[in-house]
């Protein structure tokens, strides 16, 4: 019986960059677990194993656009280093926590540093790329 919406399931998965090269895998750990419609993983995540049967194995191309968007420049901005703690020394490449006005916290990577302060990227690290996916089905618990 193939996997539908409201149903959990287990699934491996092995994500690979553009290149081939391997970027984050669940094979020799435990199985992600979500639920089909729930919106807990990627769109394009979700309905590549939406009708998968059980032990199915498959692989996947996602584009930006079910994945983690576009790469927007509107999230690029300068980290003033007159807000910054005295001992904030960020490496470029980093992630790190920010904080909005508002409370919520917010993660980006730090680009660069600038004459006042450093450049800030908060797109996900994976906005605006094709993601390539293994995925095996490895189990299906039926609402």
Known sequence: MPAKDGDKVKVHYTLKDANGEVVETSINSEPI????GAGNVIPGFEKAVRGMELNEKKKIEIE???AYGPHDEKKIFEYDRSKAPQDFNPQIGQTIQLHRPDGNSF???????????FKMDANHPLA????????ELVEIVSK
């Open 33 to 36: 677990d979500f639920t089909i």
């Open 64 to 66: 930006p656009e079910d």
């Open 107 to 117: 993660t980006a990577t730090v680009l660069g540093e600038t004459e006042t302060g």
């Open 128 to 135: 605006g790329k094709k993601l390539d996916f293994d995925v």
